[in-house]
C-alpha cells in the first residue's frame, strides 16, 4: 500500500486539533487533519455551550422564586414548557457547532480533512481507513468522552451523560446526578429549577471540585437547600421496574433516570498507542512533557482532553498551539503553562484560581476571608451567599491563589488570575481602585484580611501610592 507523506497529521478535530492546525498553517507546513467522530468541538456540541445554555434557562425562570419580595406580582403564575425550552438550548448549541464547523473544517478540501478513524502503526505512521499516512510529526488531540461502568451501560438510554442529555426533547420526572464535579452539580442544580426531582450522589467528601474546607462547607450548605446531597459512599444502580434504584451508603433514590458524571476518559482506545514504543500507565497513555507535549523522546505530542491532565477548552487550546508549534517546527520548545483557572457556573459560582489550598505550605501562606453575606451588591441582587479566600505568601505579600463559592465568581476569578500572572501581592492590589457599591468589594475585603497577616507592607497610605512614588 502507498504511503502517502505529510510534515504533520494531527488527529482530532476539536479546540486542541483546531489550533495545533493553524500553527501548522501558519509555519507553511503540509498536513491532514483526521477526524473519526462527530465534527466541531466537545465544548460546542456537549459541553460549555450547551450547558450554559441549560443553566442559564434555569436560572431565568429560579428567577422568579424571588421576585415577590421586590413587589412583583404574578410570578407565581409562571411557567415553562419544557419541549420548547429543549429546543432552545438545541439550538443554541447547533449555532456554536456550525461555528466552529465554518471557521475551520470548511474549507478545507477532502484530501485535508479526512472523516475517518486513525490508528498507530508505528510512532510515524498511521492507518487511516485504507490509506496509509506517513508523517514527520503527529499531533494526538481526540479528546475525552464521558466515563460509564461497564455495568451500567447495560441500563441504555436511562443512563444519561453530557453527550445524550442535551438531545432529549423532554426531560424526566427524577434524576439522580452521581458524580458532582463542575458537570455533575452544574446540571444537577439546573435540572432542580427546571422542574425535575433531583437527588446528587458523590463518594468524595466535596463538591464542586472545591480542596478548601470552607468553601466547600459554604457550598454544601448552599446547594443542599436546593436538592438532596449525599456525600461518602459510591453509588450503586439497580434496575427498579421502568426506573433506576440508586443506592450509595444507606441512602436510596428510585428515579426515572441517572446522569453519570463521574469524569471523562481519553479517547485513544483504537489509536493502538502500544505501537509508539514506549510505557503506558493505566489508562493507556504515554507519559509526556507537561511544556513541550512531547510524547517521550518521539515526534510525537499530545494535547488537550486526550492528555487527560487539564480537561477545559482554554487549556486544550494552549496545549494545541503548543503541541502544533513543536510539531511543525520539528522544535521541542518548552512553554510556561498559564495560572490555573476553574469555574463552576452553577449558583453561586464555584471557583479556583492558582494554586489549591491543599498544596500551599500553612507555615508561609497566610489567607485572607470574607463572607458575601454582608457585602453590599450581593445584598441587593439577593445573592449574598457563600464565601471567598485568598492565599498569599505570608513573607513578601504575593497572591498564590484563591477559592470562592459567591456570586458574579467568574468575574471575580479572572481578575484574580490576572494578578497572579502578574505577579501582584496583595497591597498591589489593595493600590488598585474599587467602585462602590460593585462585587469586586468582596475582593477587596478579602486583601485587607489577608493584608493584616503578610509581613510585607506598603510605604504610606495602603490604598495610595505617593508622587514621589
Same mark, same amino acid.
Given at each position: 500500500?502507498q504511503? *502517502? ?11 486542541a486539533?483546531l489550533? +495545533?492546525m493553524?500553527q ?21 456540541? =456537549? ?7 441549560l443553566?442559564q ?6 428567577r ?23 429546543? @432552545?438550548? /438545541? ?5 456554536f ?8 473544517t470548511?474549507?478545507l478540501?477532502?484530501?485535508?480533512? %479526512? /472523516?475517518?478513524?486513525a *490508528?498507530?502503526?508505528?510512532?510515524t505512521l ?5 490509506q496509509? %499516512? ?10 475525552s468522552t464521558?466515563?460509564?461502568? !461497564? ?6 438510554? $436511562? ?18 446526578v ?13 435540572l432542580?429549577?427546571?422542574?425535575? !426531582? ?8 466535596? %463538591? ?7 468553601v ?13 446531597i ?5 453509588a ?7 426506573g ?18 463521574i ?27 507537561r511544556?513541550?507535549l512531547? =510524547?517521550?523522546?518521539? &515526534?510525537?505530542?499530545?494535547a ?5 491532565? $487539564?480537561q ?6 494552549d496545549?494545541g ?6 510539531a511543525?517546527r ?5 512553554? $510556561?503553562?498559564k495560572?490555573?483557572? @476553574?469555574?463552576?457556573?452553577?449558583d ?7 494554586a ?7 507555615d ?10 454582608? =457585602?453590599? *451588591? ?8 457563600g ?10 505579600? *504575593? ?7 459567591? &456570586? ?13 500572572? /502578574?505577579?501582584?501581592?496583595?497591597? !498591589? ?12 468589594? +468582596?475582593? /477587596?475585603?478579602?486583601?485587607?484580611n489577608?493584608y ?18
Amino acid at each position: 500500500m502507498q504511503e *502517502r507523506i505529510v510534515d504533520v497529521a494531527i488527529i482530532g478535530s476539536g479546540t486542541a486539533g483546531l489550533n +495545533a492546525m493553524a500553527q501548522v498553517q501558519q509555519a507553511g507546513k503540509t498536513f491532514v487533519l483526521i477526524n473519526g467522530g462527530e465534527p466541531g468541538t466537545t465544548c460546542a456540541r =456537549v459541553g460549555c455551550m450547551p450547558s450554559k445554555a441549560l443553566i442559564q434557562v434555569a436560572e431565568d425562570y429560579h428567577r422568579r422564586t424571588h421576585l415577590g419580595k421586590y413587589g412583583i406580582d404574578g410570578h407565581a403564575e409562571m411557567t415553562l414548557d419544557i419541549p420548547e425550552a429543549m429546543a @432552545h438550548v /438545541q439550538d443554541i448549541r447547533d449555532t456554536f457547532v456550525d461555528r466552529v464547523l465554518g471557521s475551520s473544517t470548511d474549507d478545507l478540501p477532502e484530501d485535508l480533512f %479526512i /472523516q475517518d478513524y486513525a *490508528r498507530f502503526l508505528e510512532p510515524t505512521l498511521l492507518a487511516v481507513g485504507k490509506q496509509r %499516512i506517513r508523517a514527520a510529526a503527529v499531533v494526538i488531540a481526540t479528546g475525552s468522552t464521558p466515563l460509564v461502568p !461497564a455495568a451500567w451501560r447495560a441500563f441504555g438510554d $436511562r443512563i444519561l451523560t453530557t453527550d445524550t442529555l442535551f438531545e432529549l426533547d423532554d426531560l424526566p420526572q427524577s434524576v439522580a446526578v452521581v458524580g458532582l464535579g463542575t458537570i455533575g452539580l452544574e446540571l444537577g442544580q439546573s435540572l432542580r429549577r427546571l422542574g425535575v !426531582a433531583v437527588t446528587g450522589f458523590d463518594q468524595q467528601a466535596h %463538591i464542586g471540585g472545591t480542596r478548601d474546607p470552607e468553601v466547600n462547607r459554604a457550598a454544601l450548605e448552599i446547594m443542599r437547600k436546593e436538592f438532596p446531597i449525599h456525600l461518602g459512599a459510591a453509588a450503586e444502580i439497580g434496575a427498579d421496574g421502568d426506573g433506576l434504584r440508586v443506592q450509595a451508603g444507606e441512602h436510596v433514590a428510585a428515579v426515572e433516570r441517572v446522569l453519570c458524571s463521574i469524569g471523562r476518559v481519553p479517547n485513544v482506545a483504537g489509536l493502538q498507542l502500544g505501537n509508539l514504543g514506549v510505557p503506558l500507565d493505566a489508562r493507556g497513555l504515554p507519559e509526556f512533557n507537561r511544556h513541550t507535549l512531547q =510524547v517521550g523522546d518521539l &515526534p510525537v505530542f499530545i494535547a488537550g482532553d486526550a492528555n487527560g491532565e $487539564r480537561q477545559i477548552l482554554h487549556e486544550a487550546g494552549d496545549e494545541g498551539r503548543i503541541a502544533g508549534w513543536n510539531a511543525a517546527r520539528g522544535e521541542r520548545r518548552a512553554f $510556561r503553562r498559564k495560572t490555573p483557572l @476553574h469555574i463552576n457556573f452553577c449558583d453561586p459560582n464555584i471557583c479556583a484560581v492558582g494554586a489549591r489550598f491543599d498544596a500551599l505550605d500553612p507555615d508561609t501562606t497566610v489567607v485572607g476571608e470574607i463572607k458575601f453575606a454582608p =457585602v453590599g *451588591r450581593a445584598l441587593i441582587m439577593g445573592k449574598n451567599r457563600g464565601v471567598l479566600r485568598v492565599y498569599a505568601d505570608k513573607a513578601d505579600g *504575593r497572591l498564590r491563589g484563591a477559592e470562592m463559592v459567591g &456570586p458574579k465568581g467568574e468575574h471575580l476569578a479572572h481578575l484574580i488570575c490576572w494578578s497572579i500572572e /502578574q505577579g501582584l501581592s496583595v497591597g !498591589a492590589m489593595l493600590r488598585l481602585p474599587y467602585y462602590h457599591p460593585v462585587i469586586e468589594e +468582596a475582593l /477587596q475585603a478579602a486583601l485587607y484580611n489577608a493584608y493584616g497577616k503578610v509581613e510585607r507592607k506598603n510605604d504610606g497610605m495602603t490604598e495610595l501610592a505617593t508622587l514621589a512614588e
